[in-house]
């Protein structure tokens, strides 16, 4: 089923709310832990016509492996490697600006999220999505919910703001039915009874000695519950499960120039078809903050397994 927003009367359908910026914060954050995707026609504050031009005139070529992102904790960039310092000063300003609009636009209408965040990263996507040739895990073209390789959640949630920035192009996604169907349906074979057992108190224990030792010697080891051991695999199974990937059950969006949107995409299975420059701001929320926490995923997947995700 296809969608255009252009045309949409209704404030709000199966998978998307429109919203504007006198909507009540409350009931803001119930309708994105619901699974919805809220809509605001036009981004909520202003990104300098010189700025933009500037991210437009990034093309795609070598330089570019992945997303270019800003680390707002840090103030730094990565994954942008211009030979001109001045360009890349530039990127970082502009990120670093987005970063900072974004959150304070977010701070009055998701209140109740803002005191308990987590600044995540932000992104810059240069890449038109159509045809990118990606390794299966990482295509964004395949329909999958969100985790974090490198950096475990322990239950919190993933929401994203992202905003197209393109003149004349949208950025079409798909999304479908939201998490508890899909666990119901997947989280058995994805093998989440196996990834339950990772919570015993004696598995517990052989992996802090594991993660004590790693800083020992001064490697990095961030604590993976169950949870995010799950999520990971539960990402690549869906990915690579043909039924699911070839399930008829898809809403198509086609998100315009200029406009922005907000997802918990740890929950609301999406790919993106196509589109090139697009600007994403991500944060992590606890679950003490959430409205309804009976419908984030990982005590959705509590429910199924009967056993803790989380320590
Ligand atoms: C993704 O999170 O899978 C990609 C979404 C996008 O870049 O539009
Ligand atoms: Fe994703």
């Not at 900072?100 to 987590?118: C, D, F, H, I, V």
Request: net charge positive; proline share 8%; glycine share 4%.
């Amino acid at each position: 089923m296809a969608s255009t927003l252009a045309d949409r009367s209704t404030r709000s359908t199966e998978h998307l709310t429109t919203i504007d910026g006198r909507a009540d914060a409350r009931w803001c954050c119930s309708q994105l832990e619901a699974g919805q995707i809220l809509y605001l026609e036009q981004l909520p504050f202003a990104l300098p016509e010189v700025d933009r031009q500037f991210l437009l005139s990034q093309r795609q070529d070598a330089r570019y492996h992945k997303n270019i992102s800003y680390r707002p904790q840090e103030d730094k960039l990565r994954g942008f490697a211009a030979e001109q310092p001045a360009e890349v000063e530039r990127l970082h300003r502009i990120l670093r600006d987005y970063s900072r609009r974004t959150t304070e636009y977010l701070s009055g209408l998701l209140a109740p999220y803002a005191a308990q965040w987590t600044l995540d990263f932000a992104t810059f996507r240069p890449i038109e999505e159509k045809g990118r040739d990606l390794p299966l895990h990482k295509r964004n073209d395949l329909m999958h919910v969100d985790s974090f390789p490198s950096r475990p959640t322990r239950g919190a949630r993933i929401l994203r703001f992202f905003t197209n920035i393109n003149p004349t192009e949208p950025r079409v996604w798909l999304t479908a039915d939201r998490f508890e169907p899909l666990a119901e349906r997947y989280a058995r074979q994805a093998g989440l009874p196996r990834y339950a057992k990772l919570g015993s108190p004696m598995r517990r224990r052989l992996d802090g000695a594991v993660r004590a030792m790693k800083r020992a010697v001064g490697l990095r080891a961030p604590h993976y519950a169950p949870y995010d051991r799950f999520m990971l695999r539960f990402h690549d199974f869906l990915k690579e499960s043909g039924e699911f990937q070839a399930s008829p059950a898809r809403t198509q969006i086609d998100f315009p120039p200029g406009s922005a949107w907000m997802v918990f995409t740890d929950s609301v299975p999406h790919a993106v078809l196509s589109g090139q420059f697009a600007l994403e701001q991500t944060y992590l929320i606890p679950l003490d903050a959430m409205q309804c926490p009976h419908l984030a995923p990982v005590r959705v997947l509590e429910k199924a397994c009967g056993r803790p995700l989380i320590d």
